[in-house]
C-alpha cells in the first residue's frame, strides 16, 4: 500500500512556476508508475502526467506539454511536477497517483493524496 501526500502549490501570477512534491510512504513505490491529475472547480478531475516507475518515460497532456515537467527520485520516494509559463486555466487542486505504469486515466490509478491546491492568477 502507499499513502501520498502533495505539497508546493499556492497562487502564483500568469507566467510564474511551482515546484509540486508528492511524497509517498512504503516501501514499494519505486515499483509504481506515478501520475498527477488535476480538478477545476465544477470540472471532472483530468490527467496531467505520469512518469513510469524507472522515470524512463514521461506523459503529458496536450494542455501542458512544453510547460510542466514531471520526474521522480525513488531514493526519496517522492515524484515532482514542475508547472511553468502558469496560466489562470491551470488554476485547480493538483493530486498525485500511484498506479500501473503508463496510465493516463484516472481509473487506473490505486492510490490518491488529498491534492494541494494552486490558483493562477492574471
Known amino acids: 500500500q502507499v499513502q501520498l501526500v502533495e505539497s508546493g502549490g499556492g497562487l502564483v501570477q500568469a507566467g510564474g512556476s511551482l515546484r509540486l512534491s508528492c511524497s509517498a510512504s512504503?516501501?514499494?513505490?519505486?515499483?509504481?508508475?506515478m501520475g498527477w491529475f488535476r480538478q477545476a472547480p465544477g470540472k471532472e478531475r483530468e490527467f496531467v502526467a505520469a512518469?513510469?516507475?524507472?522515470?524512463?518515460?514521461?506523459y503529458y497532456a496536450d494542455s501542458v506539454k512544453g510547460r510542466f515537467t514531471i520526474s521522480r527520485d525513488n531514493a526519496k520516494n517522492t515524484v515532482y511536477l514542475r508547472l511553468n509559463s502558469l496560466k489562470p486555466a491551470d488554476t485547480a487542486v493538483y493530486y498525485c497517483?500511484?498506479?500501473?505504469?503508463?496510465?493516463?486515466?484516472?481509473?487506473?490509478?490505486?492510490?490518491w493524496g488529498q491534492g494541494t491546491q494552486v490558483t493562477v492568477s492574471s
Open positions: 512504503g516501501r514499494t513505490f519505486s515499483s509504481y508508475g
Open positions: 512518469i513510469t516507475w524507472s522515470g524512463g518515460r514521461t
Open positions: 497517483a500511484a498506479g500501473p505504469n503508463g496510465a493516463t486515466v484516472a481509473y487506473e490509478y490505486a492510490y
